[in-house]
Structure formats: C-alpha cells, structure tokens
C-alpha cells in the first residue's frame, strides 16, 4: 500500500500542551499534506509541504519532512480544546492525482 | 464550507441492494475524486474522474462504479451491498489534472447496510 501510516493512533493532552503525530510513507512523493477532521465530517486542509521542503509553519502549526527517511511530522504548539480531531497526512504522488491517506491520528485536548 | 455538496448525507438500506450517492464540486472545479473511510481503515481512494473522464483508480470493487456528468456533478453507484460497505464516503474535488494541491472535501454520505 502506498498509504501513510500516522504515529501515534490516538494521543490525550491537556490544553496548552504541544502535539505532535508523526507520518511514514513508502514511496516518492511530490508533496504531503495534512487534513483535520472533526468527528463525522468531512476533512479540511491544513498544511502542504512540497518534497524540497524540509520545515513549514502555519500559525500555531509547524510540518516538517524528511525525505530520506520518508517520514513527516506534525507539530500543534499550545493546544486548545477546540483542535480535538483526527488528523491524517496525506501523500501526493509525482504524477498528480492520487492522494493516499493514512489511518489517522485522534487528538484530544482536555480543558 | 469547502463548497462540495455531497446528498444524501444519511443512508440505510438492505444487504442486496443498490443506493446511489452524488456529489457536487467546488465552482470551477473539473477533478472529483471518491474516498470511503471505514472504521478502521482510514481513507481509501476509490476513483477519480476529471472532466467527465475517468482518470485514476483505486481500490473499488466491480460492484462499485462511478461517472461525472457534463454539469461536471459526479454519482458513484454502489450495488449488492454488504455489510461491509457501510461506511462514509467522501467526495472531493480539485480545479485540474493532473494536480497536486489541496483538495476540498464534501461533508460526506454515511451508508448504514443492515
């Protein structure tokens, strides 16, 4: 399969503390992007990191890449109950088109 | 609102049968693409369409079949439903091909098979 694996499958914070989920992926990629879903909804973009890319920010934010170890991670700074969701990289092949989807890690950040 | 439009949004049929979900994409959006997501399987890519043609394949079953229409709205058929099928299945959509952006997503239809 040529889809992302994230790291951990669920994690449980309090508010104010930093998250971080981790990406692997199997083959080359043009970019790998990250979604978040809210329970039961549909997935909305956060970030993108093209493979030339190697760190990212978007403002609390922060992505890096590394392409030789085909592996990403994303990083929440001070975290509010309201980022309770799941998160899941998603990597973009060369070709365009397909984007595979990893399993998904569930955040929950405790008020 | 991502702009996707995705009817309908609940659906509960019988194993056997056949239902019929349709989505709606982005203005100016010529690329959609059809994900399920299962309990505990994550997204799986089923198929993408670009300009009423079929562009891309994923992991769809024979029983599963999909088409865009010249309105440029999309309908994925699913038939002889199992148990199994139920799931959320998710369109998105995304301006061109072949593309390498972000994608916007609908708000899914949720398909109950008992």
Redesign the interface.
Known sequence: SQQGEEDPQALSIQEGENATMNCSYKTSINNLQWYRQNSGRGLVHLILIRSNEREKHSGRLRVTLDTSKKSSSLLITASRAADTASYFCATVLNTGNQFYFGTGTSLTVIP | D?G?TQTPKHLITATGQRVTLRCSPRSGDL?V?W?QQSL????Q?LI?Y?NGEE??K?NILERFSAQQFPDLHSELNLSSLELGDSA?Y?C?SSVG????????????S?LTVL
Not at chain 2, 40 to 43: C, F, S, T, Y
């Open positions: 991502s996707v690329s693409y994900y505990d399987q994550g997204l890519f993408q670009y562009r891309a994923g959320l998710f998105a091909h072949p593309y390498t952006g972000e994608l916007f997503f609908g708000e899914g949720r």
